[in-house]
T-cell receptor
Framework: KQEVTQIPAALSVPEGENLVLNCSFTDSAIYNLQWFRQDPGKGLTSLLLIQSSQREQTSGRLNASLDKSSGRSTLYIAASQPGDSATYLCAVYGDSSYKLIFGSGTRLLVRP | DVKVTQSSRYLVKRTGEKVFLECVQDMDHENMFWYRQDPGLGLRLIYFSYDVKMKEKGDIPEGYSVSREKKERFSLILESASTNQTSMYLC??????????????FGQGTRLTVV
């Protein structure tokens, strides 16, 4: 059974710092991996999608990498800003399943 | 831009009521999902649908049913609402697997309180 883990559960950094959020999964047979952002009381906003054949994806200050063989993905945020404060979730789409399996998220606070 | 719209942001219902949560997507996606999100438990899949009139149980289907009569609309039904169904409900949609990938898009969420 696929399990997705995100470490750390919470992170507080000063503005301007570069940071890395981690996501690990137990079954490497994934179709893709997706990173989301969630603001308090709101829905999920898609940030980046990495197909299983890709190693990384970039969007603005965000860069996500994928290492299927080791079951790991990282989300790199460059030059963090207070507006980046949110919960970040990763989710994997199994090779033989319609389901997105979510990690429990990392709650990020960027201090001015 | 893909848009997934949930009919209500906030709902308050009484125990025993039949509750309908509606979700509409405008990108002709085949797949639609209903999740609930609770503190400490994360997102849990209730039901999903990969085609019109097709549905599959997720991890926690008990106490819920769904309806998908049209491709763009996926309804979640609480047959007899109970207080333990107080939660944030999230709808999502995605394309079937193919060259376009399966990026999932979520609605804004419905905060349901059952009293």
């Amino acid at each position: 059974k696929q399990e997705v883990t995100q470490i750390p559960a919470a992170l507080s950094v000063p503005e301007g710092e570069n940071l890395v959020l981690n996501c690990s999964f137990t079954d490497s047979a994934i179709y893709n991996l997706q990173w989301f952002r969630q603001d308090p009381g709101k829905g999920l906003t898609s940030l980046l999608l990495i197909q299983s054949s890709q190693r990384e994806q970039t969007s603005g200050r965000l860069n996500a990498s994928l290492d299927k063989s080791s079951g790991r993905s990282t989300l790199y945020i460059a030059a963090s800003q207070p507006g980046d404060s949110a919960t970040y979730l990763c989710a994997v789409y199994g090779d033989s399943s319609y389901k997105l399996i979510f990690g429990s998220g990392t709650r990020l606070l960027v201090r001015p | 831009d893909v848009k997934v719209t949930q009919s209500s942001r906030y709902l308050v219902k009484r125990t025993g009521e039949k509750v309908f949560l509606e979700c509409v997507q405008d990108m002709d996606h085949e797949n639609m999902f209903w999740y609930r999100q609770d503190p400490g438990l994360g997102l849990r899949l209730i039901y999903f649908s990969y085609d019109v009139k097709m549905k599959e149980k997720g991890d926690i289907p008990e106490g819920y049913s769904v309806s998908r009569e049209k491709k763009e609309r996926f309804s979640l039904i609480l047959e007899s609402a109970s207080t333990n169904q107080t939660s944030m409900y999230l709808c999502a949609s995605s394309l079937n697997r193919g060259p376009g990938g399966t990026e999932a898009f979520f609605g804004q969420g419905t905060r349901l309180t059952v009293v």
